[in-house]
């Protein structure tokens, strides 16, 4: 373990906080707690991440199963795990400063279309895109759930938090095993991401509060502004 005790508390509230934002949108936890473990330790990024996530997205999965639209995200999953397969190669090969600046620049534009009226409907063709954009972006920032949030975004809340748990459960699994594959998952990333779990755990029980919040009709609000926080904090980390 790597972490001092004032720093594992801060990475405690990070964890809770992401963990609930992810039980509400589908996504979150990337973009709440990256940054943060960034700072702390740029050595658990992402593989705490991802391994954080496989828990928690498979505990989404199963509680809005009523909700989950089987059909397109089997396409989404299909797309994720091409998009994987590059994003470790990128992991690998390309600079940190040139795939952030690239998807940040590239969710500010999603996030300007979609509020100007210039939405992308599901389809087979889109969701698989969606889901190929997630799986690069997921294994090689930590944060791969918004490109499918702001196709996404027009769902209900319930149809919104299952296709992205479905979605993240599967993606999040394969992306931590090519993670580990290609040895960029150590130790440190295993210890402490089982100590970090329980708070991960405790943050999608308190996600249960907020979703009947977010259903009266803010969930698309709160994809956009977050998508939009996303990109930020990407070009926060890299920038500074």
Do not use: H
């Not at 279309?113 to 090689?140: C, Q, W």
């Not at 149809?159 to 993606?171: I, T």
């Not at 977010?214 to 904090?233: E, K, N, P, Q, W």
């Amino acid at each position: 373990m790597v972490l001092s005790g004032a720093e594992l508390a801060i990475a405690v509230v990070a964890v809770v906080a992401g963990a609930c934002l992810q039980g509400s949108l589908g996504f979150g936890l990337g973009l709440v707690a990256a940054p943060v473990l960034v700072i702390l330790d740029s050595r658990l990024v992402p593989g705490v991440i991802l391994g954080i996530g496989v828990p928690l997205t498979y505990l989404m999965a199963w509680r809005e199963r009523r909700s989950l639209d089987v059909r397109g995200v089997s396409w989404a999953i299909a797309g994720r795990m091409g998009g994987t397969v590059f994003g470790t190669l990128a992991v690998v090969m390309l600079t940190e400063r040139a795939l952030a600046l690239f998807f940040a620049f590239s969710l500010l534009t999603a996030v300007v279309l979609s509020v100007i009226g210039l939405s992308v409907t599901p389809t087979p063709r889109t969701m698989m895109a969606a889901g190929v954009g997630s799986g690069f972006m997921g294994t090689a920032t930590s944060v791969g759930g918004p490109p499918m949030a702001l196709l996404l975004q027009r769902e209900e809340g319930a149809a919104l938090r299952a296709s992205l748990a479905a979605f993240m459960a599967f993606g999040a699994t394969f992306s931590l095993v090519a993670l580990v594959s290609a040895g960029q998952f150590s130790r440190i990333d295993a210890v402490t991401t089982v100590v970090l779990a329980v708070p991960a755990l405790a943050g999608f029980a308190l996600s249960r509060w907020t979703n009947r919040i977010l259903d009266r009709g803010y969930t698309r609000t709160v994809v956009l502004i977050f998508a939009t926080a996303s990109a930020v904090s990407i070009l926060i980390k890299t920038l500074v």
